[in-house]
Structures are given as structure tokens and as C-alpha cells.
């Protein structure tokens, strides 16, 4: 009864874990803890034992990760986790006159590049894409070039 139990809690700390840390490697092993437990409570309780279990499982797991979605954002951790902010849907135009003038001109990244973002010039914000990879918003950046849709940035000194 007491593994029946420990893999049963061990599945849903597991799953309620993905949440936080998601990687897909931890909800397999909470599902295999989770179905693990069911069949061993059918084995050793019998077919009322593993069909309770497995409700039972159903409905705490579920509840869970009902709390950690509905809940959990609008606690203070979990604002910092989750994005509430939306995009406006458009495209920032550059323009090909307004690029080239950009070119060898310094900014600072409005959001973080991955490797897209939003880089400000000159007070304007324009969609980019970093040659050098990741930045972190407020980061130094230098218009290296452009091409049809965005302006392409490298790191650059501090502004």
C-alpha cells in the first residue's frame, strides 16, 4: 500500500513540476510513476483498488494542474513567470530608405533577441535579427545590414 501511494505522489509532484521546470523528460516520468502506482494497486488491491486508484489519479492530477494554470499566474512568482502581455499582431515597417540610413548606427534592444527582437534607433523601434545570437533587452547594438522583412544587429558598445 505504502509504494501504491509513494509512486502515486511522486507522479503528480512530477507532472505539477513540468509546469515550473518543462521539459518534457518530467512529465514522462511522472506519467510512468502515475501508471506505475495504478497497476500496482490493481495487482495487489484487485479491480475495485485499481479503478479507485486510477480515479482518484485522474482527478488530483487533473486538479493540480487546473490550480497551477489558473492559479499560479496571478501569484507574485507566478507573474514573473508567465507572459501576460500581448503583441499588437503588426509588423514594424523599415522601409528600404529608412534601413540603409540605419546602417553603422548605434540603439539598444527594446526586447530580447533569440535571435529576433525589437531593436530602438534614434527613438523608433524596428523588427531585427542578431548576428551575434541571443540579447537581452536594454543590450548595446550596432546595425550591421539589412535584408527584405528586418535589420540585422551585432552586439555593439554600450550607447
Known amino acids: 500500500m505504502e509504494a501504491i501511494f509513494i509512486l ?17 523528460v518530467i512529465v514522462t ?8 502506482g495504478v497497476v500496482l494497486a490493481f ?6 483498488g485499481g ?8 482527478v488530483v492530477t487533473g486538479l493540480t494542474v487546473w490550480l497551477e494554470l489558473k492559479l499560479l499566474p496571478r501569484t507574485s512568482i507566478g507573474k514573473k513567470m508567465f507572459n501576460s502581455s500581448a503583441s499588437s499582431g503588426r509588423a514594424v515597417e523599415t522601409g528600404a530608405a529608412t534601413a540603409l540610413e540605419l ?28 548576428l551575434d545570437g541571443f540579447l537581452h533587452a536594454g543590450d548595446a547594438l ?7 522583412y528586418k535589420l540585422l544587429v551585432k552586439k555593439g558598445a554600450a550607447v
Open 142 to 148: 550596432v546595425v550591421a545590414g539589412r535584408d527584405n
Open 8 to 24: 502515486l505522489l511522486a507522479g503528480v509532484l512530477l507532472v505539477a513540476a513540468e509546469v515550473l521546470m518543462p521539459s518534457g
Open 51 to 58: 479503478i479507485a486508484a486510477g480515479l482518484a489519479t485522474l
Open 103 to 130: 546602417i553603422g548606427k548605434s540603439g539598444r534592444a527594446a526586447t530580447a533577441f533569440a535571435p529576433t527582437g525589437l531593436a530602438e534607433i534614434d527613438g523608433q523601434k524596428y523588427e531585427a535579427s542578431c
Open 29 to 36: 516520468l511522472g506519467a510512468l510513476c502515475l501508471a506505475g
Open 43 to 48: 495487482v495487489r488491491l484487485g479491480p475495485f
